[in-house]
Every structure is written in structure tokens, then in C-alpha cells.
């Protein structure tokens, strides 16, 4: 008789007892808007804005209602206009090429390399045949590019860098933060990121203006002096007037919920590291199976798992996902004809233009994708391991 797995890949950890203490405070006072302040007080969403702006090492930090929206307003704030041409990952989910068609922009897709990471001489190519002047660049379940390498690519050709950070808050390229590279990068607070408010987004960059006008973008009619944590109020002369108002701002509710999670948040990502580990040791050398290379360079924070078949036929990743399933391991497979559940792809967002991938086509038809919560523990993840290498063994053996 063949062991099952039982734990739940979508059970989050509950939220700290701080962060319940501090949601209650700010219900109880009911000044949930982020402008509505009693004298003298800073209000929880200005000090997350600082708090996080201090982890990162970057001069400023907007809270807003999501990721996608973040992605947004940093392309609108760094001066992208409707119909421009943005670079982005062909490997990424929804919200990235959502967050271009939200600015107005079009999406180029670029190719995804077998390390999960974008394909740098593919973004040559298309920065050259796109002639796009931004580039929204997907940190896609955690795999970091050779920052260095991208970055020079960039400057070189005057591409403007906007970092989706959604899963590397935490992460580092050679010592320096993600999201610390481009001129803007971009955090999910959705509840399963790093950090957990149910919804939200952060946005941190080093640069006034982009930072006035992602203030002005959120929506603070004319409050912005009482930001807390943005640039000088003349800095806002030259563009409150020309910047719409596209209301997406965080609460203090929310913002109180994260800012006791954001101390906690290194502790998090040691224990999401020792859970990847975990199954990547027990994946190693298995029959079928190719694990992700990781460079030295990259100081990554795994809260999924990414694993490649690159031998097996569409038929069989489906066999395996069903052998997988039955044993209460949920596999997630990027190669499927329509989307499901998350794992929507390049030719799945039919309002962009067409695209031929072939490179990313065929990473994609062998990747399998696996969450790995903070609930499950390191015996779980060695069971997860075995039951994975038993059914793709079985399966290639079968032929
Ligand atoms: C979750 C996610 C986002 C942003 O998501 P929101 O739900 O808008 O907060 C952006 N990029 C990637 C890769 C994501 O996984």
C-alpha cells in the first residue's frame, strides 16, 4: 500500500498575535484611512511605508491595494504612456502582463531559459526588434536573473527597469536587495506572498518624482503632506496637477497587519529556504527529474518548488499529475492547453498580440510547480519528495 500525503497546499499560517492586537487597535480607534490622523500621529500605514523602506535600503515606499496595481502605477509613474511597448517575462502570471495592459501598454514577451530566469540574449533581440524603452521584469517564483548582467543590458540601451518582486521579498542578487536594481520594484502583501494582508502591494524606488506621482496615482486628493513617508512637498508642485487620481491605496488596517509580519519576515524565509531544500535534496539525481541550478550569486527565498521533466510527453506530465494528486500531492502543470488555476500562460492572455515562444513553449511543457506553506513541516516535505520521485519514476519507466 502506497503512503499519502494530507496536508493542505493553500493553508497559510495564521497571522501573529502582534499583528491581531494591532488590527484590533486601529478598529477600535476606526481611523482606517491611511489621511485620516489624529494630531501628532504618523498612522500604521506611513510607518509600514518607512519600516519596509528601511528594509530594502530604498528612499521611498508607496502601500497600495495589490501587487498588479503597484506594477502599474510604477510603469505610469516612470513616464510610460498608453500604447508603448513594455518587455516582460514570457514566464510570469496574470497579474504582470495585467499590470502593462492596465498602463495602457503592450506586451513583448521574452523567452524563459531551463533555470526559469529570462532568457538575456532573447531580450537583446527583442529590445532591439520592440525598440521598447521598459522592461517589466518578472522575478517569477522566486528565480532570479544575473542582475548584473540584465541591468548592463538595460542601461546600455536606455531600457527602464521596473522589478516584479512578488516572490523574492527578502531575496538578494550578489548582496544587493531585489527590487533594488531597476528604478521601481513591486511587492505583493496577497496571502500567499511573503507577507500576508489578504490584498496589497509596496512599491519602493529611490527616485522623488516616480515616488510623488505613485503617491498622487493611489489617490491622495490633495494630502499628500500628510503622507508620512514621501518626498518633499515641492516635488509634488511640478505633477499633482498632471497625475490622476486611480484611488488604490492600502488602509492602516492592513498596513497594521504587516508591519509585526515584516519584523518576522528573515525568520519566515530561513524556514521557506529549509523546506525547499528539503525537497530539492530529496529530488536530486532522481530518474526523470532535473532540478532548478541555482547560481552562488543569488540568495533566494523559496515559498514553491519548481521542478522540470524534460523527457517526458504532454501525456505523461498529465499522468504524473494525476498519480501525484491521487496521493494528496498537488502538482501544479504549466504546459496544460488552458489555463487552471494559476497557470495561465503567454497564449492564454489573448489581448496581447500573438507571440511565438517556442523556447519558453517547450520549459513550459516540462515544468511542474509546487506551493510549499509555512504549515507544512520538514518531514512533510521529505514525503512530498518520495511520492514525486516514485510516480515520475514509475511513469518514465513505464516509457
Ligand atoms: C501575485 C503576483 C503578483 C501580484 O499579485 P497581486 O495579486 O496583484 O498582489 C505579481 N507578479 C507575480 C509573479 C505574482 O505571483
Known amino acids: 500500500m502506497s503512503y499519502k500525503f ?14 491581531i492586537e494591532a488590527a484590533i487597535a486601529v478598529m477600535r480607534h476606526g481611523r482606517l484611512h491611511r489621511y485620516n490622523l489624529a494630531d501628532g500621529e504618523q498612522g500604521e500605514t506611513a510607518l509600514l511605508e518607512q519600516e519596509f523602506a528601511a528594509y530594502t535600503g530604498a528612499k521611498y515606499c508607496v502601500a497600495v491595494a495589490s501587487g498588479g496595481y503597484a506594477l502599474a502605477s510604477a510603469l505610469r509613474a516612470s513616464g510610460a504612456q498608453a500604447g508603448d511597448a513594455v518587455l516582460t517575462n514570457a514566464f510570469t502570471l496574470a497579474p504582470v502582463p495585467g499590470a502593462i495592459a492596465n498602463a495602457g501598454c503592450t506586451p513583448i514577451f521574452v523567452e524563459v531559459t531551463h533555470n526559469l530566469v529570462m532568457d538575456l540574449a532573447d531580450l537583446k533581440v527583442k529590445i532591439a526588434s520592440s525598440r521598447a524603452r521598459y522592461l517589466m521584469l518578472s522575478h517569477m517564483r522566486g528565480h532570479l536573473v544575473d542582475m548584473d548582467a540584465l541591468m548592463a543590458i538595460c542601461d546600455g540601451a536606455g531600457v527602464v527597469v521596473i522589478e516584479d518582486c512578488a516572490h523574492t521579498m527578502g531575496a538578494f542578487w550578489d548582496g544587493v536587495a531585489s527590487g533594488r536594481h531597476g528604478v ?6 496577497q496571502t500567499f506572498k511573503h507577507l500576508n494582508s489578504g490584498e496589497g502591494g509596496l512599491l519602493i524606488t529611490d527616485d522623488a518624482e516616480l ?6 496615482l493611489s489617490g491622495s486628493y490633495m494630502l499628500f503632506e500628510r503622507n508620512g513617508a514621501g518626498p518633499e512637498k515641492e516635488v509634488f508642485d511640478q505633477i499633482k496637477l498632471e497625475t490622476p ?3 488604490g491605496r492600502m488602509d492602516n488596517l492592513r498596513a497594521a497587519i504587516l508591519r509585526p509580519q515584516l519584523r518576522a519576515l528573515d525568520a519566515q524565509c530561513a524556514a521557506w529556504n529549509e523546506r525547499y531544500k528539503r525537497v530539492e535534496s530529496g529530488l536530486q539525481n532522481a530518474t526523470g527529474i532535473k532540478v532548478i541550478e541555482r547560481p552562488e550569486k543569488e540568495a533566494y527565498v523559496m515559498s514553491s518548488f519548481q521542478f522540470l521533466c524534460p523527457e517526458l510527453s504532454d501525456a505523461q506530465m498529465i499522468d504524473v499529475q494525476k498519480r501525484t494528486g491521487n496521493r494528496g500531492v498537488e502538482l501544479k502543470w504549466f504546459g496544460a492547453d488552458s489555463p487552471v488555476g494559476f497557470t495561465s500562460r503567454h497564449d492564454s492572455w489573448t489581448y496581447a498580440e500573438a507571440q511565438n515562444l517556442p523556447q519558453t513553449d517547450r520549459v513550459l511543457a516540462g515544468l511542474f510547480d509546487m506551493r510549499l506553506p509555512l504549515t507544512f513541516t520538514l518531514e512533510d516535505c521529505d514525503m512530498l519528495a518520495a511520492i514525486i520521485r516514485e510516480e515520475v519514476g514509475a511513469v518514465y519507466q513505464a516509457g
Do not use: D, V
Not at 184 to 189: F, L, Q
Not at 211 to 216: E, H, L, Q
Open 184 to 189: 521601481a520594484g513591486c511587492y505583493s502583501t
Open 211 to 216: 515616488a510623488a506621482r505613485a503617491i498622487m
Open 245 to 247: 487620481n486611480c484611488s
Open 6 to 19: 494530507t496536508g493542505n497546499f493553500t493553508q497559510q499560517e495564521s497571522l501573529p498575535e502582534e499583528s
